[in-house]
C-alpha cells in the first residue's frame, strides 16, 4: 500500500510536462489523482491511463485558468469526482512571457491571472474542502530568486508572487496542521522547454552548465520532492521556498 493510499491530489496543468510527473508519482504513491487540464483533454487523458496502468486512480478535470469563473468551475467538477482533498498541487502556469521592451498590457495581465491570482482564489475557495493534515504545493521556479534570464522578467515576477503566498499562507493554515511550500524548479527538459533546449548546437550543454550536478533536470527530479512534501515525511516542513534547480542558484 502506497504511502499516500486514501489520499486525494489534485495536480494543475498535469496532462503534461512537470504536472503530469508529480501527478503519476503522486497515483504511484497510492493517492487518488485528479489530473486537471486547460486545453489538452487527450493529453489529460493519457496521464489518467498512465496512472492507473500502474496500478493507481485517476481522474480528469477539464476548466482552462486565467478566466472569470475559472476557480469556480474547476472545483464543480471536482466535487462531482470526490468530497474532499488532502494535497493541492498548484503547478498549472505560462511558463515564458516577453522581454520588458515587448510585453504589452494583455500579456503582462494574462500570466499574472493564470500563475497568480488562478492559484490564489483556487486556495481562497478550496479550503473549505481541503482536510486538516493537508498539503498545498506550489510550483515556482528558480529565477523567483535569480536574474539569470531577465528576458523573463514578468515570469519571475509571477513566481515570486506566490512565493510570498505560500509564506503567508503557511501561516493561516498552520493551526490546522496544513502545510505549505514552494518548489522551485530549474531548466527542466519537457516539452515546453524543448525550443530553449534547442535553439543551437550548445544550448543543451549550457543549460546543463547551469546546474552544479551538471545535467538538465527531469521531471522526476521535481516530482520526488513533491512527494517527499506530500508525504508524512514533510510534516515538519512549511513556509519553505525548496531549491529544485540542482544547484543553479549557487
Known amino acids: 500500500m502506497g504511502v499516500l493510499a486514501g489520499r486525494t491530489a489534485l495536480v494543475t496543468g498535469a ?62 467538477e471536482f466535487d462531482r469526482h470526490a468530497d474532499g482533498l488532502d494535497i493541492l498541487v498548484n503547478n498549472a502556469g505560462i511558463g515564458n512571457t516577453r522581454p520588458i521592451e515587448e510585453i504589452d498590457e494583455a500579456e503582462f495581465d494574462r500570466v499574472f491571472a493564470v500563475n497568480v491570482k488562478a492559484p490564489f482564489l483556487l486556495v481562497k475557495q478550496g479550503m473549505t474542502r481541503l482536510r486538516d493534515g493537508g498539503r498545498v504545493i506550489n510550483v515556482s521556479s528558480g529565477l523567483a530568486r535569480s536574474a539569470k534570464m531577465p528576458n523573463l522578467m514578468a515570469y519571475a515576477m509571477t513566481k515570486g508572487a506566490l512565493d510570498v503566498f505560500s509564506l503567508n499562507l503557511s501561516k493561516v493554515l498552520g493551526p490546522r496542521n496544513i502545510t505549505v511550500n514552494s518548489v522551485a524548479p530549474g531548466v527542466i527538459a519537457t516539452d515546453g522547454t524543448y525550443e530553449l533546449l534547442h535553439a543551437s548546437e550548445d544550448a543543451r550543454d549550457h543549460a546543463a552548465a547551469l546546474s552544479a550536478l551538471g545535467r538538465v533536470g527531469e521531471t522526476a527530479d521535481v516530482a520526488d520532492v513533491v512527494a517527499f512534501l506530500a508525504s508524512d515525511g514533510g510534516r515538519w516542513v512549511t513556509g519553505s521556498w525548496v531549491d529544485v534547480t540542482g544547484g543553479s542558484q549557487s
Open 15 to 76: 496532462s503534461r510536462g512537470i504536472g503530469r510527473g508529480i501527478a503519476e508519482r503522486l497515483g504511484r504513491d497510492g493517492a487518488r489523482v485528479a489530473v486537471h487540464y486547460g486545453r489538452n483533454e487527450a493529453a489529460a487523458k493519457e496521464t489518467v491511463a498512465a496512472i492507473e496502468a500502474a496500478g493507481g486512480s485517476a481522474f480528469a478535470i477539464g476548466v482552462e485558468l486565467g478566466a472569470p469563473g475559472d476557480a469556480e468551475a474547476l472545483w464543480k
